[in-house]
């Protein structure tokens, strides 16, 4: 199989691809695991491994993502199923799950993941958190599909509700999404493996924020008094966002940075007594 492997690399790397994932696509073709595949890679391949392999790449070339082709994807520890037209959860989403575990939380809190996706979020807090209360909410069915699948797989207990934004869940301690956030001018210029994904799930209008402003909104009303908000946005636009929470009430809000040091992620906290002649949701009697 290595001679295989060797060429799936060389192909790969013509493309301008990583050639590790050349391993992968072996490992799928061949139906091992990768451990499996490195211990047996001196040995002839199984029947119909090159075939499959080479359909693999072929298809890799043209820009599908290898997590699709894959059909799973490891979040936070977690095997998740993915399937196109789904968001694939990526790695900056891990850091809003640890923000999420770092904040000071009641002994069984409420939780709501916001346009789950996959499940990523939702499932990744139920798992640290078991005694938390999740919901997560998503308007498209696909996606819900797929997110109670990861949970019956998972064995992990998740209220899912096909709704837009909150979905009328109330008295929450924390709201957290992976909202769309790109601006619709990115479009012309993005990756080419965002084509397979939904552009419901990545575009939000000319600033990004078409989704993450009416989330803000209805979580000042979903939240608990000193419940948090927590989001993952743009470098260009969580900036934005965040002095507009400010002057409308929101308490300790703050831009966070991922782990490549751009800013990346708003925190904000419902005040836990809200002011009287203050602009914005948190106005007093």
Known sequence: ???????LQARLRAAGLPEGEALDLLAKA???SRKDLLLRLAQPPPPGTAERALALLEKRLTGYPLQYLLGEVEFFGL???VAEGVLIPRPETEGLVELSLSLPLPE??????VGTGTGAIALALKKHLPEAQVWATDTDPKA?????ENASRLGLE???LQAPLTGGVKDLDLIVSNPPYLPEAYRTQAPQELAFESPQALYAGREGLDVARPLAEEAAEALRP???LLLELA???VGLLAEELKASGWADVEVLRDLLGRDRYLRARRPPQELEGKKGPFRGP
């Open 158 to 160: 998740v209220t899912f």
């Open 30 to 32: 061949s139906r091992l």
């Open 108 to 113: 069984r809190p409420r939780l709501l993941d």
């Open 226 to 228: 000193g419940g948090f």
């Open 144 to 148: 819900l599909a797929l997110a109670r």
């Open 1 to 7: 199989m290595i001679r295989l492997l060797r060429e």
């Open 79 to 81: 095997p998740l199923k």
């Open 235 to 237: 470098p260009e636009n």
